[in-house]
């Protein structure tokens, strides 16, 4: 019950997502079985089940440690200065770019956050309502600097949000790169109609 008890149950927890994404990225998150992580690991699996009840909840911890990864890159780009209209653009075209460089460098990972959008997961929910929100942000950034017509920025923000699947989505990602088609432009081409939707 102290601290050091505590400390090391994190730490162990840490140490089997890190082994899971290692046979993630290496064999695949749906041939990985909480088995494999445990003999990497030099433990049972009723040792992992005691800090993960099931292999979902490792799927989850671990698609939650790759959103953050992606929320902090959504973080920077809102923070950073400049007009809200060129922020929102950066992050609709950087987000589509993040996502697809994911899905071909690291695609037998990406397959689990293919499937965790498909099951809407906890922290793929957690990771929308958080981009959402900083749209929401940079639109009302905007409003009060002027470049933006008033609008409610919440709902405003999950339509844009909602408009921009397309690009963001792996599935139609990984679709519309097998057609040849450039979605960089269409993300660009998006962005600036959710643009002309704002001017005053």
């Known amino acids: 019950m102290n601290i050091r008890q505590k400390i090391s149950a994190d730490d162990m927890r840490e140490r089997i997502l890190v082994v899971a994404e290692e046979h993630f990225r290496r064999i695949g998150y749906a041939k990985t079985a909480v088995a494999d992580i445990a ?10 089940y005691r800090f993960f009840p099931s292999k979902l909840a490792i799927n989850d911890a671990l698609c939650a440690k790759l959103m953050r990864e992606t929320d902090a890159l959504i973080e920077g780009i809102v923070t950073q200065p400049g007009p809200a ?23 037998r990972l990406f397959d689990m956050v293919e499937v965790a959008m498909e099951e809407n997961w906890p922290a793929i929910e957690a ?11 940079l639109v009302a950034e905007g409003m009060a600097a002027g470049e933006f017509r008033a609008v409610d920025p919440p709902t405003f923000a999950e339509t844009a949000f909602n408009a921009t699947a397309k690009v963001f989505h792996p599935t139609m990602i990984a679709q519309c790169a097998r057609f040849g088609e450039d979605q960089e432009d269409q993300a660009r081409r998006i962005a600036q109609l959710i643009l002309a939707a704002l001017r005053p």
Request: proline share 2%; with cysteine.
């Open 39 to 48: 003999q990497a690991l030099g433990m049972s699996p009723a040792n992992v």
């Open 85 to 107: 209209s060129e922020r929102l653009v950066a992050l609709i075209v950087e987000l589509h770019r993040h996502n697809k460089a994911k899905l071909t460098n690291e695609h």
């Open 127 to 137: 990771h929308c309502e958080s981009v959402v929100q900083q749209m929401a942000r």
